[in-house]
């Protein structure tokens, strides 16, 4: 006759060594995850719930809260509020596809020749741009302040590339900028047309600023996408957030 398998039976110091072992998991998972909790909570750039302060460093949650400004002005103006940045709001203008019902200015910021109104959210984009990645990059490379931003303009009331038909480009609701040059604190100016060849400081310092401007704009084009854009950065704040960086 076979004889009859033994039942398996997990002894009773065996059982009470995985019950440790499982106890011991569960107090480390509970650990870790209220270390990321306060990892979060110490670094709001990074968590998706705390609110946009552009004082903050750019983080993973950065361009998702930009984004969502895009279609909230009210949202955007409290958020440069809350981050101390000077601005005036002015009166809606246009019609069409060349309605401009949001027009902020940003009052202490360094453009050159003048403050041209734009959209809230490019105004939001601007600030950070300049204060996490011109600035530091500027004082990086040639251990002096930015003086002056210089730009091509804000508003212009054209298709794209300035054809008789197609899309509006994103200039005609003031919705983007175009950058040409930086004027440092020591008198030296930077230019795109000038300085964007080459492995001089100049074009390090033109590279760095188009990169960093990645991070914070809808899309970003430089002399390396096309002729068109052999002399200024063109930056803007287009609602589909395609994450264009050439
Ligand atoms: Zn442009």
Redesign the pocket.
């Known amino acids: 006759m076979a004889k009859k398998p033994k039942p398996f039976r997990i002894s009773r110091k065996v059982g009470k060594f995985h019950a440790e072992r499982r106890l011991l998991l569960l107090a480390m998972l509970g650990i870790l995850a209220y270390s990321g909790y306060i990892w979060v909570e110490a670094h709001p750039e990074h968590n998706p719930s705390a609110p946009l302060d552009l004082r903050h460093p750019v983080g993973m949650a950065t361009a998702t809260k930009l984004v969502a400004l895009k279609d909230d002005v009210p949202e955007c103006r409290a958020v440069i509020d809350r981050s101390e940045v000077g601005y005036a709001v002015l009166d809606p203008t246009g019609e069409g596809p060349c309605a401009r019902p949001d027009r902020t200015r940003l009052t202490d910021y360094p453009f050159a020749p003048n403050s041209p109104p734009m959209t809230c959210p490019v105004a939001a984009a601007m600030e950070l741009w300049r204060t996490k990645t011109v600035e530091p990059a500027a004082l990086d490379i040639f251990a002096s302040e930015i003086a002056r931003i210089e730009h091509l303009g804000v508003y212009s009331c054209r298709r794209l590339y300035g054809r008789s038909e197609g899309a509006w480009?994103e200039?005609a609701t003031g919705n983007?900028i175009?950058i040409s040059a930086f004027v440092l604190e020591d008198g030296r100016r930077i230019s795109l047309i000038s300085d964007w060849n080459g492995d001089a400081d100049e074009a390090r310092f033109l590279r760095q600023v188009r990169d960093g401007a990645c991070g914070v704009f809808a899309t970003v084009l430089s002399p390396d996408y096309n002729e068109a854009h052999a002399d200024?950065f063109?930056f803007?704040q287009d609602g589909r957030w395609t994450g264009v960086c050439r």
């Open positions: 480009s200039h983007a175009d200024h063109h803007d």
